[in-house]
């Protein structure tokens, strides 16, 4: 998940300032672009830096307690960014399954509307009256159209 400066200081409980300080020391971001403009910061891969910053905070003698506790820390903050991605990931559909299902619902509404004459033929013949030739139209239309959203509503719950 993509976050800006005051975001990420919320989700691994620091202040901007704090993650100003990481990133100059090394953490992974975008730059905003100029003034105003918030850096973008991917929290997996900001979490996973800060982990293997503390990994080798281990190696140049750190104190163990401290260190476990923070490893404890960085990594709960981890899985909690890992578990918000998943999440996330559930709200979006692949391009080609909407493309698919979109393909499908245009067939369906093209055949309905290619056997429109067919359909209204000898009805419409022997109409003289515009306003009940209107009204047919528009039944036959309607009638399209629900199929149509009937047929799109099965498409989308199969896929």
């Known amino acids: 998940m993509v976050l800006n400066r005051a975001q990420f200081a919320e989700l691994i409980g620091k202040s ?6 990481l990133m100059a020391a090394g953490m992974p971001f975008v730059p905003g672009g ?8 991917d929290s997996v891969q900001a979490i996973a830096w800060l982990i293997e910053r503390e990994r ?3 190696t140049t003698g750190e104190p163990e307690t401290l260190l476990t506790e923070r490893i404890r820390l960085t990594s709960a903050q981890a899985n909690k960014a890992e578990m918000e991605v998943s999440q996330m990931s559930n709200l979006f559909v692949e391009k080609e399954a909407v493309k698919a299902v979109f393909a499908e619902a245009m067939v369906i ?4 509307m290619d056997g429109l004459g067919g359909r209204l033929a000898s009805e419409l013949a022997g ?3 515009q306003a009940e030739i209107q009204a047919l139209l528009l039944r036959e239309t309607r009638r399209i159209r629900a199929t149509a959203a009937a047929k799109l509503g099965e498409l989308v719950n199969r896929k």
Not at 34 to 41: L, P, Q, S
Request: overall charge positive; aromatic content about 4%.
């Open 109 to 112: 509404i093209a055949t309905q």
């Open 34 to 41: 100029g003034k105003g403009h918030e850096v973008a910061i």
């Open 16 to 21: 901007r300032g704090w993650v100003s300080k």
């Open 127 to 129: 109409m003289t009256n």
């Open 56 to 58: 080798h905070k281990a």
